[in-house]
Nanobody, 112 residues
Framework: QVQLVESGGGLVQAGGSLRLSCAAS????????LGWYRQAPGKQRDLVAQ???????NYADSVKGRFTISRDNTKNTVYLQMNSLKPEDTAVYYC??????WGQGTQVTVSS
């Protein structure tokens, strides 16, 4: 069992930045494929960024060049650095491990 706890969400103006963190329990963190997903009201949950155990990353087209996912295996934590935020980035952001274990989500609101 892996427990995930997100933090770092909040309200920011368009063009601003936020860094989300997701801390994981357990001793298998370095073996996990980690991802950030988001869900806006009335929409499905979509992948934002993903990082493999080896550090390979992939991003949704809508966030390429603006968001960066990273992981620190010594701290059992995955991060999402979000720059140049847009109102359409407003959503609840979730982290996931192997698409099996999910955090509770953190709200990100970008005002115009």
């Amino acid at each position: 069992q892996v427990q995930l706890v997100e933090s770092g969400g909040g309200l920011v103006q368009a063009g601003g930045s936020l860094r989300l963190s997701c801390a994981a329990s357990g001793s298998v963190f370095s073996f996990l494929r980690l991802g950030w997903y988001r869900q806006a009201p009335g929409k499905q949950r979509d992948l934002v960024a993903q990082i493999t155990p080896g550090g390979r990353t992939n991003y949704a087209d809508s966030v390429k060049g603006r968001f960066t996912i990273s992981r620190d295996n010594t701290k059992n934590t995955v991060y999402l650095q979000m720059n140049s935020l847009k109102p359409e980035d407003t959503a609840v952001y979730y982290c996931a491990a192997n698409e099996v274990f999910w955090g509770q989500g953190t709200q990100v609101t970008v005002s115009s």
